[in-house]
């Protein structure tokens, strides 16, 4: 097989009872599987999670929700993100949740829901700094009234989302207390006004790892649980640090891996230069592998020249710019690799079993780093082409 992304369901399995321990077995969990799980395979993991008492999922469109529903996902799924009103006959079909962010939006849905003769269920979306979908506070009590006097709707929860929970910096977590505040504002008005709220969740991975105060009665993590650390505890400001001391540290593990094959090994001569502009030009002769995997796989044009693979147990450097379906490897003077052996082009970090020896951060994350970007968006590039093996 060229190339593929084996997604170990183990680990997700193990990252998914490090985050039900920290936050609490009776804390429900709602699993972040928008972009096909990160690029995992959205039905394969929510599957697994099920088997892990998760209580529900969140996605970002409908057809996302559809293929969960199809897959036989009996449990509540979260549409993320605002819909248009010409899905909202796909939402009710699906039986999905929708997250209301405006007053207008509430008149549509009622409308259809009732034409429908459905009871849909909401939860209400508070803007509380991060800048994106949700209502003002100050209008979240306002909104809950009319959603209450809605007769096709339910409120059955109550959201915020968190622009920094993932930063250490002092500031950052002084932002997302705020934000944590004006949330409990907005909740407790709703409670005066003798409005049930739902379900309250605010904290994604960052808050799993550094908010408690966030995790009210439910978490959404997307990222921790696909093995990525969006920030290592001990960065924290030692005040903070030691009132997290209680709770060990997430030793998550990445869940995706992809491997390549060496389809092809050249020898090159000094002074010759490999692949698109040249931006490669061997300084003494040396052995190159031909691995059947480009941008177009996921692999970011941008980590040209910059990123190693492991194949056969050595670390071998990516060299010229990675083409749409290619890339190309110095094996160097004699290389200890054979045709057609396996390639590792981003994991687990490799730690050598001599302590003397530097680890070798070999993650998405690491991959991520070094091309400017996070681990969210190397995993979800995984192409469709790229089969999905699941151990
Ligand atoms: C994607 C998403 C999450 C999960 O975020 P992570 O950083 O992956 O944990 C949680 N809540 C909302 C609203 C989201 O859109």
């Not at 009622?110 to 508070?126: C, M, P, T």
């Not at 020898?267 to 040249?278: L, Q, T």
């Not at 001599?354 to 192409?383: K, Q, R």
Request: overall charge positive; charged content about 25%; hydrophobic content about 40%.
């Amino acid at each position: 097989m060229r190339t593929k992304a084996i997604i170990y369901l183990d680990n997700f399995k193990n990252n998914l009872n490090l985050v039900k321990t920290r936050v609490g077995q009776d804390r429900r969990i709602c699993v972040s599987v928008k972009a096909n799980a990160y690029g995992h395979g959205a039905l394969q993991i929510a599957r697994e999670s099920l088997k892990a008492g998760v209580y529900c999922f969140g996605v970002a469109a409908v057809p996302e929700g559809e293929e969960l529903r199809k897959g036989g996902i009996k449990a509540p799924i979260l549409l993320l993100s605002q819909p248009h009103p010409n899905e909202i006959p796909g939402i009710i079909k699906a039986n999905l949740i929708p997250i209301i962010s405006d007053s207008e939006f509430i008149v549509i849905l009622n409308k259809q829901a009732a034409a429908a003769k459905v009871k849909l269920e909401v939860h209400l979306k508070i803007d509380t700094g991060m800048g994106r979908i949700g209502c003002p506070a100050l209008e979240a009590l306002e909104l809950a009234r009319q959603i209450k006097k809605s007769p096709a709707l339910k409120l059955t929860g109550t959201a915020t989302h968190l622009a920094v929970s993932d930063s250490a910096d002092i500031r950052d977590l002084e932002y997302t207390k705020q934000q944590i505040t004006r949330f409990k504002k907005a909740i407790t008005a709703i409670k005066a006004a003798g409005i049930d709220p739902g379900i309250i969740h605010a904290a994604n991975s960052g808050a799993v790892i550094l908010h408690p105060d966030a995790w009210f009665d439910m978490v959404r993590p997307g990222i921790l649980l696909y093995g990525y650390k969006a920030v290592q505890e001990f960065e924290l400001p030692l005040n903070h640090l030691k009132k997290l001391m209680k709770l060990k540290s997430l030793m998550v593990e990445p869940v995706m891996e992809l491997r390549s094959t060496v389809s092809l090994i050249k020898k090159i001569k000094k002074g010759e230069s490999v692949s698109y502009g040249r931006t490669w030009i061997a300084g003494k002769d040396t052995y190159m592998a031909i691995l059947p995997v480009g941008y177009a796989d996921g692999l970011p044009r941008l980590a040209s020249n910059k990123w190693y693979v492991s194949i056969s147990g050595g670390i071998y450097p990516v060299i010229g710019r990675i083409c749409m379906d290619q890339c190309c490897i110095d094996l160097g003077e004699k290389p200890n690799v054979e045709r057609w052996a396996e390639a590792v082009i981003f994991g687990s970090d490799i730690v050598p079993e001599e302590p003397e020896l530097p680890i070798i951060y070999h993650s998405a994350a690491a991959l991520a780093e070094t091309v400017g970007t996070i681990p969210y968006e190397i995993t979800c590039n995984i192409n469709r082409r790229v089969p999905r093996l699941y151990k």
